[in-house]
C-alpha cells in the first residue's frame, strides 16, 4: 500500500490518503498520516475501512508525508563508497566506525515533494544533495534486537538529505549545515513495509538535470537498516511517525572533481524504484550585494 499526503484546489487542507493505481481515496476522519500511525493496528484497520471517494493522482498536489513532532534522524557514512570519497577530499585515511554515526534535521527542514526548495545563498555557496532511503517507525520500540527491528516499520519513502557543506564543515557537530530550511524533501509517499520485505535490496539513485550522480544498492551499506534501528533504538525510545534517513551512496558534490554544488533553477530526482520518485526545484537567492 502507498500512502500519502494531499490536497486539491478546493480543498480546505491537506488530507491523508492511500494510492489506488492513478487514483488516491481520502482516509476519513484524519487530517494526517502522522495520527493514522498514532493509532494502534485495530485502529488503523478500522480507518483504512472508511475510504472516501477516489480522486485522480493528476489533480492533486502531494504533500511530505509526515511532519514528525523531532527531529528527523540521520546515518552518516553508509556506504563504503561515500566514505571513501570523503575520506579522499579531506586527505584522511579512512576508519569505518563500530557503530553508526547519527544527527538529525529538525522539522522545519522538511519541504514537500515538488515544491521549490528556497535556500538562502547568504547563508551558504555550496549546498550539497544526498538521496537516501527512509525509513518510517510504525511501532513504539526501544532496545529494539535486530532480529526484530523490521517489525517495527511502518513504511519506507525517498528522502533528500541537502546539505550546506561549508557551513557543516566550519564546527565538528554536522546538525547545522544539516538542518536548514527546506533541506529535508520527503516523500512523494509512504509504501508499507509489506510491499518491502527486505529493505537490502533497493536501487538508489539521484538524477541532477536529468544527469546521473548517485548509483548504488542499499545491500552495500555498512550498517544494515536492521542494524541501524537497533543502535538507534539502545537507550532511546523510537515512536511511530519517527523518520530515520539512513545514509547517501557515492557521488555527492563536494566530493567530484572539481566538486559541484547546487545553483539556482537546479532540478533534483531521487528515485527509489519500489517507492518512486522524489523531484525538487532550487531557488538560491543571491546574497545581498552580489554582481548579478
Excluded at 93 to 102: G, I, M, S, Y
Amino acid at each position: 500500500m502507498r500512502f500519502a499526503l494531499f490536497s486539491t484546489p478546493s480543498s480546505a487542507g491537506p488530507h491523508p490518503g492511500m494510492i489506488d493505481g492513478e487514483m488516491i481515496r481520502p482516509i476519513e476522519g484524519l487530517t494526517s498520516l502522522d495520527a493514522l500511525l498514532s493509532m494502534d493496528p485495530t485502529g488503523r484497520t478500522a480507518a483504512l475501512a472508511s475510504l472516501g471517494e477516489p480522486v485522480g493522482l493528476g489533480g492533486v498536489r502531494l504533500h511530505a508525508p509526515l511532519h514528525p513532532h523531532k527531529n528527523v534522524f540521520c546515518v552518516g557514512r553508509n556506504y563504503l563508497a561515500h566514505a571513501e570519497e570523503g575520506a579522499r577530499v579531506r586527505g584522511e585515511e579512512l576508519k569505518l566506525p563500530a557503530v553508526p554515526t547519527f544527527f538529525t534535521k529538525a522539522p522545519t527542514a522538511i519541504a514537500d515533494p515538488d515544491a521549490t526548495l528556497h535556500l538562502d545563498g547568504a547563508v551558504s555557496q555550496k549546498y550539497d544533495w544526498e538521496a537516501e532511503l527512509g525509513v518510517v517507525i510504525g511501532t513504539r520500540c526501544k532496545n529494539v534486537r535486530e532480529e526484530d527491528a523490521l517489525k517495527v516499520i511502518f513504511g519506507y519513502t525517498c528522502v533528500n538529505d541537502v546539505s550546506a557543506r561549508d557551513v557543516q564543515n566550519a564546527t565538528t557537530q554536522w546538525f547545522k549545515g544539516k538542518t536548514l530550511d527546506d533541506t529535508c524533501p520527503l516523500g512523494p509517499w509512504i509504501v508499507s513495509a509489506d510491499e518491502i520485505p527486505d529493505p537490502q535490496v533497493l536501487d538508489v539513485s539521484l538524477r541532477l538535470n536529468g544527469e546521473v550522480k548517485q548509483n548504488a544498492n542499499t545491500s552495500v551499506m555498512i550498517f544494515s537498516v536492521a542494524r541501524i534501528m537497533a543502535e538507534l533504538s539502545k537507550g532511546t525510545t523510537l515512536e511511530p511517525g519517527d523518520v530515520i534517513a539512513t545514509g547517501t551512496p557515492e557521488g555527492v558534490g563536494f566530493a567530484r572533481v572539481p566538486p559541484e554544488f547546487l545553483k539556482d533553477g537546479d532540478v533534483m530526482e531521487v528515485e527509489i524504484p519500489k517507492i518512486g520518485v522524489l523531484r525538487n526545484t532550487v531557488s538560491i537567492a543571491a546574497p545581498v550585494g552580489a554582481a548579478t
